[in-house]
């Protein structure tokens, strides 16, 4: 087992002592149906980059219906950084992330034994519930590679909307330092016009001994003025934002 604690840290990510969400309702998502086609990362971003960070920026909640207009815009957006996908390996990461001045921000939470608990926990994860924390939460497109995501987080006052989309989604046997078991895994990259950039994880395992772990692992840094400016209530958000996120799926287990 890479971690058998319930910890929390915000570090450098090279330190060796070592997220995408709308405001509506807590736990209501958004979902309409949508166009199939999946834009490549490689093709050219629908607007100019922003690089105060202030058009992210909602003074109020945004309404259902303008999250659902910004999913579909977002499509034609590209990952704001070049390490799309690094997180599958983690806590291993590429040289150029641990060199790059990203943060880790990870949890890691026992939500119970056995398949079923398992297979619910899978389950919350494939329906968006691990992102549904009441001060942040997500629209709902099918979840598959590709797809893209507008969400927002209400920080102090305003609320900031955010793109993120699916890289990858995998699930198959997993060697744990205890022994064989299985491991559901959700990758999600930032977008441009994000406020950071990086990469989030969400993984449930299911070890040896039939325990059931929801995992979760970021790895981040400013992308904006506004961002590097407030990087001390980014921190205390992402902690914030992990710590709610397990939280979400053990409840979704237990429901």
Not at 126 to 152: D, E, F, R
Not at 226 to 253: C, E, G, H, W
């Amino acid at each position: 087992m890479r971690a058998t604690v319930n910890s929390v840290r915000s570090t450098p990510a090279g330190c060796r002592s070592s997220g995408t969400s709308c405001f509506c309702a807590p736990h209501k998502v958004l979902q309409r149906p949508r166009r199939a086609t999946v834009v490549s990362e490689a093709a050219s971003s629908s607007s100019a980059k922003d690089f105060t960070g202030l058009s992210s920026l909602r003074f109020a909640k945004p309404t259902s219906a303008e999250m659902l207009d910004l999913m579909d815009e977002w499509t034609s957006r590209d990952c704001n950084h070049g390490f799309a996908g690094a997180s599958v390996s983690a806590p291993e990461l590429p040289a150029g992330v641990q060199n790059g001045g990203f943060m880790i921000t990870k949890t890691r939470k026992k939500v119970g034994s056995g398949r079923d608990v398992y297979n619910a926990a899978v389950g919350a994860v494939q329906s968006w519930a691990h992102l549904q924390l009441g001060w942040n939460c997500t629209t709902n497109p099918a979840m598959k590679v590709g797809a893209t995501i507008c969400s927002a987080t209400q920080t102090v006052v305003p609320w900031s909307v955010l793109p993120a989309r699916v890289t990858y989604m995998n699930e198959g046997s997993e060697q744990f330092e205890d022994g064989p078991g299985q491991r559901f895994a959700l990758g999600m990259c930032s977008l441009s016009g994000h406020q950071l950039a990086g990469e989030e994880r969400f993984a449930v395992d299911m070890h040896a001994d039939g325990s059931v772990w929801y995992d979760v692992f970021l790895f981040s840094k400013p992308d904006t003025l506004l961002a590097l400016v407030s990087l001390p209530v980014v921190k205390i958000m992402q902690i914030r934002y992990v710590n709610d996120s397990a939280s979400a799926v053990a409840a979704a287990v237990k429901a």
